[in-house]
């Protein structure tokens, strides 16, 4: 059986980092998953990939092949994919036990918001599908930074309706008290509820406040794992919250070492 993991979230939140880091940590841990760069764009990768967009579309390619400029070289590569689903699908095919972990295009919107993207999502997600939501840590150290993440997060959960995680990534950055302080947001959203108040004035002011109330539910029902690539840290909660979805619920039991982190 397979999961395939989507790694998604805003450019530069760390997606490809992860993607090497995690993949390193399970052949430590766990057992060997099959690397799938999705970026046509990218230009270097932190990790061997053993499936590559870039062998059928290049972005970089494309942009002389029609002239055209970088975002129209992406948004047409991210179309062409299509055309090579079948390869894709094909190349997954000879790994069919493990997670399959795939790094997704810096040009999140391009990818996610267009038809074309969510196409290619649900066309490989023949058995199980996980999305893995990155939060940079600095962009949501300020109570309406991390309040603007959350929103993007959800847009992505009600776009793939897919399960979905989200990673707050890059805590090695922060001090314990900013740390300490998003994590109090995280457990208890009447404090961010407080923190907007004191940060924000005016009109923006309510509209905020009356907007954290929509995201109440979604933080009641997603889980937030803090985390640093850069450090591996957090990685076994995101592997207890993996093999929950892998192992298919009832009759999975955790192995002993990870029970301490329910
Ligand atoms: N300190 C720290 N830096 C990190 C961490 N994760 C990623 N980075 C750094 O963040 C930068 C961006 O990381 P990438 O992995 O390229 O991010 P990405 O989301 O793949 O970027 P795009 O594909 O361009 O959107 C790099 O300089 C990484 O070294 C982390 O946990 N801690
Ligand atoms: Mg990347």
Same mark, same amino acid.
Not at 5 to 22: E, I
Not at 24 to 40: R, V
Not at 129 to 146: H, Y
Not at 164 to 175: A, P, Q
């Given at each position: 059986?397979?999961?395939?993991?989507?790694?998604?979230?805003?450019?530069?939140?760390?997606?490809?980092?992860?993607? %090497?880091?995690?993949?390193?940590?399970?052949?430590?841990? &766990?057992?060997?998953?099959?690397?799938?760069?999705?970026?046509?764009?990218?230009?270097?990768?932190?990790?061997?990939?053993?499936?590559?967009?870039?062998?059928?579309?290049?972005?970089?390619?494309?942009? =002389?092949?029609?002239?055209?400029?970088?975002?129209? %070289?992406?948004?047409?590569?991210?179309?062409?994919?299509?055309?090579?689903?079948? =390869?894709?699908? $094909?190349? +997954?095919?000879? @790994?069919?036990?493990?997670? +399959?972990?795939?790094?997704?295009?810096?040009?999140?919107?391009? @990818?996610?918001?267009?038809?074309?993207?969510?196409?290619?999502?649900?066309?490989?997600?023949?058995?199980?599908?996980?999305?893995?939501?990155?939060?940079?840590?600095?962009?949501?150290?300020?109570?309406?930074?991390?309040?603007?993440?959350?929103?993007? &997060?959800?847009?992505?959960?009600?776009?793939?309706?897919?399960?979905?995680?989200?990673?707050?990534?890059?805590?090695?950055?922060?001090?314990?008290?900013?740390?300490?302080?998003?994590?109090?947001?995280?457990?208890?959203?009447?404090?961010?509820?407080?923190?907007?108040? #004191?940060?924000?004035?005016?009109? $923006?002011? +309510?509209?905020?406040?009356?907007?954290?109330?929509?995201?109440?539910? @979604?933080?009641?029902?997603?889980?937030?794992?803090?985390?640093?690539? #850069?450090?591996?840290?957090?990685?076994?909660?995101?592997?207890?919250?993996?093999?929950?979805?892998?192992?298919?619920?009832?009759?999975? $039991?955790?192995?002993?070492?990870? =029970?301490?982190?329910?």
């Amino acid at each position: 059986m397979r999961l395939l993991v989507y790694v998604l979230g805003p450019a530069g939140s760390g997606k490809s980092t992860f993607t %090497a880091s995690f993949s390193e940590w399970l052949l430590n841990e &766990a057992g060997i998953a099959l690397l799938m760069n999705l970026d046509p764009a990218s230009t270097y990768l932190p990790y061997t990939p053993d499936i590559d967009i870039r062998t059928y579309v290049d972005a970089r390619e494309i942009m =002389k092949k029609y002239n055209l400029g970088p975002n129209g %070289a992406i948004i047409a590569s991210t179309d062409l994919m299509l055309v090579h689903l079948d =390869k894709i699908r $094909e190349d +997954i095919s000879h @790994f069919d036990d493990g997670y +399959i972990l795939i790094d997704t295009p810096g040009q999140m919107e391009v @990818f996610a918001f267009r038809r074309t993207g969510e196409i290619i999502v649900r066309s490989l997600c023949e058995e199980k599908c996980v999305i893995v939501f990155l939060i940079d840590a600095i962009l949501a150290n300020f109570p309406s930074g991390f309040l603007s993440q959350l929103f993007l &997060a959800a847009s992505i959960y009600y776009r793939f309706k897919l399960p979905l995680y989200l990673l707050l990534n890059k805590i090695d950055l922060l001090s314990e008290k900013d740390l300490t302080r998003i994590n109090s947001w995280i457990d208890n959203p009447e404090k961010l509820k407080e923190d907007l108040d #004191k940060e924000l004035k005016g009109y $923006e002011r +309510i509209l905020t406040l009356d907007l954290v109330k929509i995201l109440q539910d @979604f933080l009641e029902h997603f889980k937030i794992i803090p985390i640093s690539t #850069k450090r591996t840290e957090g990685f076994d909660k995101v592997y207890v919250e993996l093999q929950k979805i892998y192992s298919g619920g009832e009759d999975f $039991e955790l192995p002993d070492y990870l =029970k301490k982190y329910v």
